[in-house]
């Protein structure tokens, strides 16, 4: 059972993926890498820990879910989502907070990409209630998908 009082404290900035979630998005996009997870998280065969550092991991050609860390690095995942996502053949979907006031949510996700909010609030880990902020579906198309 996840601790709650860290879960909703700024001491984690890692959020599991609630599985059922998960697998509704996995039914329409076939994910096939996972780029910010380890070995006990992750969501697709292929992923990458935080020892390899997904930041720096080309994406290309790759079917992408990533639920980035929550913390100050959120910004730079968001970015390389960006890039990524707008390489040929490549569709990178993340999983994050909604805010909309940030920096980054203007600078590579207003008018750059498909947005979904979440309806009420996504229940993260074994959490036995919903999470402390709204979360949003941000999907990156490559050219031809």
């Known amino acids: 059972m996840a601790n709650l009082a860290v879960m909703y404290s700024s ?20 994910f096939d890498l996972d780029p910010c997870a380890d070995a006990q998280n992750h969501k697709c065969e292929r992923y990458f820990t935080k020892e390899q550092d997904g930041l720096r991991m080309d994406w290309g050609g790759s079917r992408v879910f990533c639920n980035p860390p929550y913390g100050r690095e959120i910004g730079e995942w968001v970015r390389k989502c960006y890039e990524e996502g707008h390489k ?27 947005v979904r909010f979440v309806r009420g609030r996504l229940r993260f880990g074994d959490a036995e209630t919903g999470a402390p902020f ?8 490559g050219p031809k998908m």
């Open 11 to 30: 001491s984690t900035d890692q959020w599991a993926t609630p599985q059922d979630f998960f697998d509704e998005l996995n039914k329409e996009f076939s």
């Open 134 to 141: 709204p979360s949003m579906v941000v999907i990156f198309r």
């Open 88 to 114: 040929e053949g490549t569709i990178v979907v993340m999983l994050i907070p909604a805010r909309t006031d940030t920096r980054y949510f203007h600078d590579y996700i207003l008018n750059r990409a498909e």
